[in-house]
């Protein structure tokens, strides 16, 4: 066989193996696409969740300062009158009595009212603290899906056997990220 007849044999071969190349390409890049698009819709539903937490912390946070200072309020009138009735300046002690005995029994439930808004407050920053970190790894997941897409259209065009590789790793990688995010 000559040599341009060789070359010529050793193109076709290269052409059928290519065209072989180019079938499981747009399947991967589709399979990928997929991945990558599941992954951005549960990062932003982690997202999501993450500022609805935030926000309820925020306003657990507020009730907690406002039960605080209704506390405080209470406190403060049970301290006037029993000032009032220390000072022996009540000019009706048993009335100023019974008064500051009802603003004492006010105080310790507003009080426990308080801290337990604050329990929750803490428990919902913890929960969007969670929700977000576990948003970033799946965010950091699917630019890796979308990184492997862009490596196999490229092997497609150049024909690398390097690069559908280094999609493989990216995919893989991609997907542990992807399950610790799940996971957290």
Same mark, same amino acid.
């Given at each position: 066989?000559?040599?341009?007849? #060789?070359?010529?044999? /050793?193109?076709?071969?290269?052409? /059928?193996?290519?065209?072989?190349?180019?079938?499981?390409?747009?399947?991967?890049?589709?399979? !990928? *696409?997929?991945?990558?698009?599941?992954?951005?819709? !549960?990062?932003?539903?982690?997202?999501?969740?993450? !500022?609805?937490?935030?926000?309820?912390?925020?306003?657990?946070?507020?009730?907690?300062?406002?039960?605080?200072?209704?506390?405080? @309020?209470?406190?403060?009138?049970?301290?006037?009158?029993?000032?009032? +009735?220390?000072?022996? &300046?009540? #000019?009706?002690?048993?009335?100023?009595?019974?008064?500051?005995?009802?603003? *004492?029994k006010k105080g310790p439930p507003l009080l426990v009212k308080a801290r337990?808004?604050?329990?929750? @407050?803490?428990?919902?920053?913890?929960?969007? /603290? #969670? &929700?977000?970190?576990?948003?970033?790894? +799946?965010?950091?997941?699917?630019t890796l899906f979308e990184v492997a897409i862009v490596l196999i259209s490229i092997?497609?065009?150049?024909?690398?056997?390097?690069?559908?590789?280094?999609?493989?790793? *990216?995919?893989?990688?991609?997907?542990?990220? !992807?399950?610790?995010?799940?996971?957290?």
């Amino acid at each position: 066989m000559s040599d341009a007849a #060789k070359s010529f044999q /050793e193109a076709h071969e290269r052409s /059928e193996g290519a065209r072989e190349g180019e079938r499981w390409v747009p399947v991967a890049a589709a399979v !990928l *696409a997929v991945l990558s698009a599941v992954s951005g819709f !549960l990062s932003n539903v982690r997202s999501t969740a993450a !500022l609805v937490a935030k926000n309820d912390a925020i306003v657990a946070t507020a009730h907690a300062s406002d039960t605080y200072a209704q506390y405080e @309020a209470e406190r403060q009138k049970f301290y006037a009158y029993q000032s009032l +009735i220390d000072a022996g &300046l009540a #000019k009706n002690s048993v009335k100023v009595r019974a008064i500051a005995a009802r603003e *004492a029994k006010k105080g310790p439930p507003l009080l426990v009212k308080a801290r337990d808004f604050d329990e929750r @407050a803490d428990a919902l920053n913890d929960r969007s /603290e #969670k &929700l977000l970190a576990s948003h970033e790894r +799946i965010e950091v997941a699917a630019t890796l899906f979308e990184v492997a897409i862009v490596l196999i259209s490229i092997s497609a065009l150049v024909g690398s056997r390097l690069l559908p590789l280094s999609a493989a790793i *990216a995919t893989g990688i991609g997907l542990v990220v !992807l399950i610790v995010g799940l996971a957290t």
